[in-house]
């Protein structure tokens, strides 16, 4: 059945999101289904093996062009994290790495704090503990976190860190 307010979902068979593509008149505009054609074409080629080529063949292609994107952004509040800091330190839960101790004082105090449950998951209304809702990760622990949905705990990646496999279905595996 035809979404009567989207009538164009269908036509294109998008099922999920909050993507619109169209005009008033219901009717898709070809350049928006061009764009995100491009967009999804180029992401599940990002996403294939690379071919092996000898060293003189490989070639660059050009990157840098400028491309309109529009998102949510979640709004965070600095005094969370400067909180959670002052809780947690600022080292790494998952695997120590202090980035003070290992590049000096000029990156003494840097680390990423962690949502243990994702912003996009609470309320606009949630209030935030900064000791049970946020983690200090180091970039790698952080972006280890979201390769999965929902996220992997700190505990989750110390065990991928002890197993040194990468298979998160071992992590059980760890005491």
């Not at 350049?31 to 491009?38: A, D, K, L, Y």
């Not at 909180?83 to 590049?103: E, K, W």
């Not at 809702?133 to 929902?150: E, G, K, S, T």
């Not at 990646?157 to 040194?164: N, P, S, V």
């Amino acid at each position: 059945m035809a979404d009567q307010a989207r009538p164009h979902r269908e036509q294109l068979g998008l099922s999920k999101g909050n993507l619109e593509l169209g005009t008033e008149d219901g009717i898709p505009d070809f350049e928006i289904v061009q764009s995100w054609t491009t967009r999804f074409a180029a992401a599940v080629i990002s996403l294939l093996p690379l071919e092996q080529h000898e060293a003189e063949e490989l070639e660059g292609y050009p990157e840098g062009a400028v491309q309109k994107v529009e998102v949510n952004r979640y709004e965070r509040d600095r005094r969370n994290r400067a909180a959670a800091l002052a809780i947690h330190g600022s080292a790494c839960l998952a695997c120590g790495m202090d980035f003070g101790r290992t590049y000096g004082p000029h990156a003494d105090g840097y680390i990423e704090v962690h949502h243990v449950v994702q912003v996009s998951q609470l309320g606009s209304n949630y209030v935030i503990d900064p000791k049970e809702d946020l983690v200090p990760l180091c970039p790698n622990c952080h972006a280890v976190a979201h390769r999965r949905n929902p996220p992997f705990t700190v505990d989750e990646i110390k065990g991928l860190l002890r197993l040194g496999t990468g298979d998160p279905s071992r992590v059980s595996e760890v005491g």
